[in-house]
């Protein structure tokens, strides 16, 4: 997508805004209801076959208005069953989408930017550096493109059930068009998925954490990694802008502002790294009493990395330390990692990088 027209993408378009474009068309603000259902539920993308329309408010649609989705570049289909998209983003640029099929659910992993910025030491997309933020249609089309390649389940409904912001990007670093994003995915007329179904995964830009539990408050993955401050600068460089005490007090105050809200620390195993029984006392220090689930995730090599997987004894020996010391600890099945759709394996296609190193400006150009 992202073509140069002066024509409104309603594609990403949520109710308030959907119906705001009616009114100053002149026309009755319950037509966006209407074309919501049509684009999200229906999968419809042409005006002429909304037929509940009036043919002149069809036409008028026609002339001002578009329904663009990302372009499909690729699609693979991994031994387990994940499916990966590689989705155009324009000028030479591609993001990874990821569907994880399971029998009581089908979780979507969807991109919020072109690349990262945060520049996190194990991760695929930061080595790919950061060109620019998806816009609210480019994300919600993710959604759209995956719904309508995939077969429904055997009720009837989509085949994605949840939907995590956990592909390429840094969520909160694009704020201002994944709230929209995430209005369609909750909202009754188009996806109509629980709170507790839109996970938002962040590296820690705690303004952000803050804003999101006013706004929304879907559930929150943090991307942790690290027991101490000392080894999450390395891992993670946001850290040094916002060290783990402020981190976890957003946390806290996220949770509490939903009843019986729990946050999601995602921990990569990194052999030798950050996977010893005295990292995971820390990290049991740092999380007892307070409303935490820790998800272990071995760690998915790409070229150029310097860290390993940790052992399968060694995540099992962290994984039961943490449950002695009362914590809730999974360990994230790796699915998808013949076709490079693993977590953390994401890279996508990523020129022209605008931003490379992580800074205060970078976070601030990449928010706006």
């Not at 043919?55 to 031994?79: C, G, N, T």
């Not at 935490?292 to 071995?298: H, Q, T």
Request: with cysteine.
């Amino acid at each position: 997508m992202h073509q140069v027209t002066d024509k409104k993408n309603l594609l990403g378009l949520p109710q308030g805004e959907l119906e705001s474009c009616f009114s100053e068309m002149g026309e009755k603000p319950f037509h966006a209801r209407q074309v919501m259902r049509w684009i999200h539920q229906r999968g419809i993308t042409d005006f002429e076959a909304m037929t509940d329309l009036s043919k002149s408010l069809r036409q008028r649609l026609i002339e001002s208005a578009r329904i663009e989705l990302p372009q499909v570049l690729s699609q693979q289909e991994s031994a387990d069953g994940t499916v990966k998209w590689l989705f155009s983003s324009g000028s030479g640029q591609a993001i990874e989408t990821v569907f994880i099929p399971e029998p009581d659910r089908g979780t979507l992993c969807i991109s919020s930017q072109v690349g990262c910025a945060l520049d996190c030491a194990f991760c695929a997309t930061g080595a790919q550096g950061f060109n620019r933020n998806l816009a609210a249609a480019e994300i919600i089309g993710q959604v759209w493109r995956a719904n309508q390649a995939l077969p429904r389940r055997s009720n009837g409904d989509f085949a994605v059930t949840n939907v995590v912001f956990m592909g390429m990007g840094e969520p909160l670093a694009n704020y201002r068009h994944i709230l929209p994003a995430i209005d369609l995915l909750l909202s009754d007329l188009a996806y109509g998925l629980s709170r507790r179904r839109v996970t938002v995964s962040t590296s820690g830009i705690v303004p952000h954490i803050d804003r999101l539990g006013d706004e929304c408050n879907v559930s929150l993955a943090v991307s942790l990694h690290a027991p101490n401050d000392a080894l999450r600068d390395r891992l993670v460089p946001i850290n040094k802008l916002h060290p783990i005490a402020s981190l976890l007090e957003a946390c806290w105050l996220y949770a509490s502002k939903r009843a019986n809200r729990f946050i999601t620390f995602e921990y990569v195993m990194l052999r030798d790294v950050n996977d010893s029984l005295q990292h995971a006392d820390e990290l049991a220090d740092l999380l007892d009493g307070k409303p935490a689930k820790v998800n272990l995730i071995p760690f998915n090599p790409f070229s150029g990395t310097e860290f390993r997987r940790s052992a399968a004894d060694t995540i099992r020996h962290f994984q039961a330390r943490l449950r002695q010391r009362g914590l809730v600890a999974t360990t994230r099945r790796t699915r998808g990692d013949d076709i490079d759709a693993a977590c953390g394996q994401l890279a996508g296609k990523v020129s022209d990088r605008v931003r490379k190193r992580l800074s205060e400006k970078t976070i601030r150009m990449a928010s706006a």
